[in-house]
Antibody, heavy 120, light 107 residues
Framework: QITLKESGPTLVKPTQTLSLTCTFS??????????VAWFRQPPRKAPEWLAV???????RYRPSLRNRLIIIKDTSKNQVVLTMTNMDPVDTATYYC????????????WGQGTLVTVSS | DIQMTQSPPSLSASVGDRVTITCRAS??????LNWFQQKPGKAPRLLIH???TLQSGVPSRFSGTGSGTDFTLTITGLQPEDFATFYC?????????FGPGTDLEIK
């Protein structure tokens, strides 16, 4: 059974850096064809894709956030960490991680999500 | 970025009805189109990938068609648990963009 779970702070102040961890089981991010992606969903809006890291350490970022995001994988810990700098209230959202199967380009399953509020 | 649009934005229907939601991409995405269902407070659930392939465990009353730029999601015989928000997403190229969603409500 494949599961993913997000963890990190629920409240950050403007200008601070957010660090979120996706801890997963049931697969390895070193397996060919596997990636772990991050998404976020502001309240009452559609989800938006943020970044993905692949088995070969290839990384892709949302162009509009490229200069604020870093994604890294720790294969030994079965974790992927997303860092977002210079947080702003508009970054308030539920953040999700998901397994990405590269060949079919599908994102499934997703973690339960973690709500991050940006406020002073 | 590839822009995704959906129609209608909202839809009222009754249990047992057949409903169709459409999704359009701003450029061809072949069949790299996914449909998600989301209920309040829950993560999106993948229903259909590759435009028409039912994800494991998803009831057969859900179906998808389309390729290129135009796609549809059909639910045949609505059940009470189907009322939710539905999103299409293109997985052809990054950034992997979503449509704005369709709220399916009970009439």
């Amino acid at each position: 059974q494949i599961t993913l779970k997000e963890s990190g702070p629920t409240l950050v102040k403007p200008t601070q850096t957010l660090s979120l961890t996706c801890t997963f089981s049931g697969f390895s991010v070193s397996t060919t064809g596997v990636g772990v992606a991050w998404f976020r969903q502001p309240p009452r809006k559609a989800p938006e894709w943020l970044a993905v890291v692949y088995w070969d350490d290839d990384k892709r970022y949302r162009p509009s956030l490229r200069n604020r995001l870093i994604i890294i994988k720790d294969t030994s810990k079965n974790q992927v960490v997303l860092t977002m700098t210079n947080m702003d209230p508009v970054d308030t959202a539920t953040y999700y991680c998901a397994l990405h199967e590269y060949s079919s380009s599908l994102f499934d399953p997703w973690g339960q999500g973690t709500l991050v509020t940006v406020s002073s | 970025d590839i822009q995704m649009t959906q129609s209608p934005p909202s839809l009222s229907a009754s249990v047992g009805d057949r409903v169709t939601i459409t999704c359009r991409a701003s450029q061809s995405i072949n069949k790299f189109l996914n449909w998600f269902q989301q209920k309040p407070g829950k993560a999106p659930r993948l229903l259909i990938h590759s435009a028409s392939t039912l994800q494991s465990g998803v009831p057969s009353r859900f179906s998808g068609t389309g390729s290129g730029t135009d796609f549809t999601l059909t639910i045949t015989g609505l059940q009470p648990e189907d009322f939710a928000t539905f999103y299409c997403q293109q997985s052809f190229t990054a950034p992997y963009t979503f449509g704005p969603g369709t709220d399916l409500e009970i009439k």
